[in-house]
T-cell receptor
């Protein structure tokens, strides 16, 4: 079965640079979520989109922005990168509705030097 | 505010032992959803189970079983006859019933080590 695709899988950036992470949801899934997992930490919810509209917002820094496009893929844009942004970034997708679980992609490992 | 507590930071058992991972949650919502995810060393998050707050039936799936008790706000996970491949970090998570694309609130995770 098709899964969530994230690209790139690994990314190395320097401080103050910009990064863009991409997420392609499972076919027919219309909802996308972004999470950040620091080393040894639990995943922290950043933001979600349903039908291209922002749906829920978590602890996303102002330096980050995201959007969902007409084909339902999503991009997370991160500017003025800081060392503390080094983390594993997960995208998850689901079908809209109360009772459906979120399926996670393999993650993008971002290292800021 | 929602909160998930996994008090066991790390558990180490010998293969074939049974092991229970504890999860206690806090929420003001009357309807909510609980999840367990597995994160093996390779890093991906694998969905294991979802439980709705209005369904307190326990569930068994092979060697895995889940005990949901609303009265104690707990959703514990038991692995029977553990295997080395069960070694991973296990996260319990909570989602409110907001009708939208609500994010999950995760516990800190329990690192399960199964020794051969």
């Amino acid at each position: 079965a098709a899964g969530v695709i994230q690209s790139p899988r690994h990314l190395i950036k320097e401080k103050r640079e910009t990064a863009t992470l991409k997420c392609y949801p499972i076919p027919r899934h219309d909802t996308v979520y972004w999470y950040q997992q620091g080393p040894g930490q639990d995943p922290q919810f950043l933001i979600s989109f349903y039908e291209k509209m922002q749906s829920d917002k978590g602890s996303i820094p102002d330096r980050f922005s995201a959007q969902q496009f007409s084909d339902y893929h999503s991009e997370l844009n991160m500017s003025s990168l800081e060392l503390g942004d080094s983390a594993l970034y997960f995208c998850a997708s689901s079908l809209a509705g109360e009772m459906l679980e979120q399926y996670f992609g393999p993650g993008t490992r971002l290292t800021v030097t | 505010a929602q909160k998930v507590t996994q008090a066991q930071t790390e558990i180490s058992v010998v293969e074939k032992e049974d092991v229970t991972l504890d999860c206690v949650y806090e929420t003001r919502d009357t309807t909510y959803y609980l999840f367990w995810y597995k994160q093996p060393p390779s890093g991906e998050l694998v969905f294991l189970i979802r439980r709705n707050s209005f369904d307190e039936q326990n569930e068994i799936s092979g060697r895995y079983s889940w005990n949901f008790q609303k009265s104690t706000s707990s959703f514990n996970f038991t692995i029977t006859a553990s295997q080395v491949v069960d070694s991973a970090v296990y996260f319990c998570a909570l989602r409110r019933s907001g009708g939208g694309a609500d994010g999950l609130t995760f516990g800190k995770g329990t690192h399960l080590i199964i020794q051969p």
